[in-house]
């Protein structure tokens, strides 16, 4: 049978398997990596952690859709001081790199909890530009210019590998994606949830707290592939993690296909915490149908009609 090489790259970070474990559904990455085969990961991103500790929504928060979920959780975190405290004595132990995920209200913000993120021990730190879920409204990634703000100020605070983490519902992706990149990523997370809302016909009531969430699952896949594929091919020089509905190794596929070089999975681990041995024996399994040996030659290479 023939050897597939799993291995990737974002820029010169270097990556065993394309396979991350998204921010906030492997919770500190260290207590799942008790259960789960972490060593089938590329990297695992921890929950996003703020300045100081948000208490997050009320319940209900997530609830199931016929396709997918929705979840309204508000980024509930101990603050990043809490949060270094935890993860730092951890991280060196845990059997996959950890990577941190930053959240805050202005760019000041994110560069000081990134810059614990960094001091912590974590490989790269993701900025969330796209969490529905906050009080103040509009995301940092529906503006170029708010979003070029905190990457710069990110970027300027710690000398690891920052990935800006977009939402699907930003107007313009491509030209965020670009003020992004321009502002010193080095890699973008395409995507977050997007923006969903459910509710229940017999109490006429929104089935999460604060109405609105964020919609994640199967049903996303489309909606990020469109992102990866899009950005891709006008900027073809920034690395792209795919992020959205994966569930198998096809999906991976898709992703990487697409313009993706890595790809992110969240909500499947909800219901299947060790799903990384299946989706990654799914992977092989689709590059050797492919006749593919490396990660890097499928990367980009849809074609056009
Ligand atoms: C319960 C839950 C909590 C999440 N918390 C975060 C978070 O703290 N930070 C973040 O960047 N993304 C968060 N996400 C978004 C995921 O990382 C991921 O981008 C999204 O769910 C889409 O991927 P999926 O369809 O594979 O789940 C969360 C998603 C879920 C379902």
């Not at 065993?16 to 260290?30: E, H």
């Not at 952690?49 to 396709?67: K, M, Y």
């Not at 979840?71 to 004595?89: A, F, R, Y």
């Not at 796209?130 to 605070?157: K, T, W």
């Amino acid at each position: 049978m023939a050897h597939v090489s799993l291995s990737t790259s974002l820029g010169d970070l270097g990556l065993r398997t394309p396979l991350i474990a998204a921010s906030g559904t492997v919770g500190g990455v260290w207590e799942w990596a008790e259960i789960a085969d972490v060593s089938r990961y590329g990297a695992a991103v921890a929950k996003s952690a703020s300045p100081t500790p948000w208490a997050g929504r009320p319940a209900p928060r997530v609830a199931p859709t016929e396709v997918g979920m929705l979840n309204g959780i508000g980024i509930q975190n101990p603050g990043i001081e809490k949060w270094t405290g935890v993860m730092e004595p951890r991280i060196s132990g845990t059997a996959v790199p950890i990577w941190g995920s930053a959240v805050a209200g202005d760019a000041d913000g994110f560069a000081l909890v990134a810059k614990d993120l960094d001091s912590a021990g974590v490989t790269a730190v993701e900025v969330n530009l796209s969490c529905p879920n906050l009080e103040d409204g509009e995301m940092f990634s529906f503006s170029a210019s708010r979003s070029r703000q905190v990457i710069e100020s990110v970027s300027a605070a710690v000398g690891l590998p920052v990935g800006a983490k977009l939402s699907p519902n930003t107007p313009d992706i491509v030209g965020v994606a670009a003020a992004c990149a321009e502002a010193g990523a080095d890699f973008l997370v395409l995507t977050n949830t997007a923006l969903g809302f459910g509710l229940s016909i017999r109490d006429r009531m929104p089935l999460l707290s604060g109405g609105v969430g964020g919609y994640s699952g199967p049903g996303l896949k489309p909606i990020s592939l469109r992102c990866v594929y899009e950005v891709s091919r006008a900027l073809p020089g920034i690395p792209i993690v795919g992020c959205g509905g994966v569930v198998h190794g096809r999906d991976v596929v898709e992703y990487l296909v697409a313009g993706a070089s890595a790809v992110e999975a969240g909500t499947i681990h909800l219901a299947e915490p060790r799903a990384g041995s299946r989706i990654i024996r799914e992977l092989e399994r689709e590059m050797r149908r492919l006749g593919a040996e490396t990660v890097h030659e499928i990367v980009g290479t849809v074609g056009e009609w």
